[in-house]
C-alpha cells in the first residue's frame, strides 16, 4: 500500500486559514490502513480545526466527508454536487488523490493533508516499512523476494557493497543489509547458484528516470 | 459507601478504556466540554491486557493536540485505580475539578456565545 504520515496541525492550519468553507476529504484505502487519511482522522483533524478556529474568533466552515478512492473518478464524482459549496479541498488521501481531486475540481484549490512517504507494508500497528520503489521491471524472482531497489540504500544489484557489515548497513546499524537478507533466503531455498549469476545492467527508463510513467492496457480499455 | 463527588462530572460509561478514542475526546471538547479524564484500570489489571495503556496512549494524544490548538493539554488527563477504590474515584473527581476550575471554563464556549 501507499504509506502517507500526517502533516503537522500547524502546517494545515497554514494552508486553509484564508478559506471559509472547507471540505476534509478523507480516502479508505491505504491511508485509512496506515492512519493517517481516514474516516477516523479527518473527524479528529475536522475536530481540532474547528476548535482552533472557533478560538481565533474565525467562523469557519468545515465539513466532513470520507470516499472509497481518491484515485478514481467514479468516487470522486460522489462530491461534484457539493464541491461548489465549499472554497477548498483539503484531502487526506496520498498525492495521487491530492492531484487526481485537483484535476477533476480544477476550480478549488486542493490541499495535501498528509505527507506520502512509499510504498510499504505494515510489520505491526504503528511500524510502516518500504518494500517497493515501482521501477517498473520487478527482479524479485531472481532475488529471493526480498527488493535490493527499495531496501538497498544504493540500490544495487550485484551486492553487498563494501559497506555492509555483520549483516547491517552502513547508513544505519538499525537497518539490515538487503544483499544479506537476499543471500540467506537464497540460502535458505536452496538456491544460492542464483546468487552467482550477475544482474546486467539495468534498464532505468521504466523507473522514474524515464519521465513521468503510464501503463496503457488495451486488452481492458473499454 | 454513599461517597459525594462534584455534581458537574458526567459519567460516560465504556466497555474498557481502551474502547475511547481520541475523536471522543476532541469532540467532547468541541462540544463545550471544559474537561476530558479517562478512568481505567490499574495497570497491568487490564482485564483485555492492554486497553488502559491504549487509552493512555490516545489521552496523550489528545493532550498533544489541544495543547497545539490552543486550548490546554492539561484538560485532558488519565488515571489509573481499581474497581474497589470508591473513595479513590471520589477524590479523583475532586482533584480533576479543582484543576479545571483553576484552568478557567472551555474557550469554545465563549468563542460560540460571541459568534452567536
Not at chain 2, 57 to 79: D, F, P
Amino acid at each position: 500500500m501507499i504509506v502517507a504520515d500526517k502533516k503537522p496541525i500547524e502546517e494545515i492550519i497554514e494552508e486553509v486559514k484564508d478559506h471559509d468553507k472547507i471540505l476534509i476529504l478523507g480516502c479508505n484505502e491505504c491511508v485509512t490502513v496506515c492512519e493517517a487519511g481516514g474516516k477516523k482522522e479527518v473527524g479528529v483533524l475536522a475536530s481540532a480545526l474547528r476548535i482552533y478556529f472557533l478560538n481565533q474568533g474565525k467562523e469557519m466552515k468545515i465539513d466532513e466527508r470520507t470516499l472509497e478512492r481518491q484515485c478514481d473518478q467514479e468516487y470522486l464524482d460522489e462530491i461534484r454536487d457539493v464541491a461548489d459549496d465549499y472554497d477548498a479541498i483539503l484531502s487526506l488521501a496520498c498525492g495521487v488523490g491530492v492531484q487526481f481531486t485537483a484535476e477533476q475540481y480544477f476550480s478549488r484549490p486542493v490541499y495535501p493533508g498528509v505527507n506520502t512517504c512509499f510504498l510499504g507494508a505494515t510489520e505491526e500497528r504503528g511500524l510502516w516499512t518500504e518494500r517497493c520503489q515501482a521501477c517498473g521491471q520487478c527482479v524479485l524472482a531472481s532475488t529471493g523476494g526480498i527488493c535490493p531497489i527499495s531496501r538497498c540504500a544504493k540500490r544495487i544489484l550485484n551486492g553487498p557493497c563494501g559497506g555492509s557489515s555483520n549483516g547491517k548497513c552502513e547508513i544505519s546499524k538499525e537497518l539490515t543489509c538487503a544483499w544479506h537478507l537476499i543471500v540467506e533466503r537464497l540460502k535458505s531455498l536452496d538456491r544460492l547458484d542464483d546468487y552467482e549469476k550477475l544482474f546486467p545492467i539495468k534498464d532505468w527508463s521504466t523507473d522514474r528516470a524515464g519521465g513521468p510513467r503510464k501503463v496503457v492496457r488495451e486488452d481492458v480499455q473499454l | 459507601m454513599r461517597l459525594k463527588y462534584p455534581s458537574s462530572v458526567k459519567i460516560v460509561r465504556v466497555p474498557c478504556t481502551g474502547k475511547i478514542d481520541i475523536l471522543h475526546i476532541m469532540r467532547a471538547f468541541e462540544k463545550g466540554a471544559d474537561g476530558v479524564y479517562a478512568v481505567g484500570c490499574m495497570e497491568g489489571d487490564c482485564h483485555f491486557d492492554s486497553g488502559n495503556f491504549r487509552a493512555r496512549k490516545r489521552v496523550e494524544q489528545a493532550q498533544k493536540i489541544l495543547h497545539t490548538i490552543g486550548l490546554s493539554g492539561e484538560r485532558v488527563q488519565m488515571y489509573n485505580l481499581s474497581s474497589s477504590e470508591g473513595p479513590l474515584f471520589a477524590q479523583i473527581a475532586r482533584e480533576m475539578t479543582e484543576k479545571i476550575r483553576k484552568l478557567g471554563p472551555n474557550p469554545i464556549k465563549l468563542a460560540v456565545k460571541k459568534a452567536a
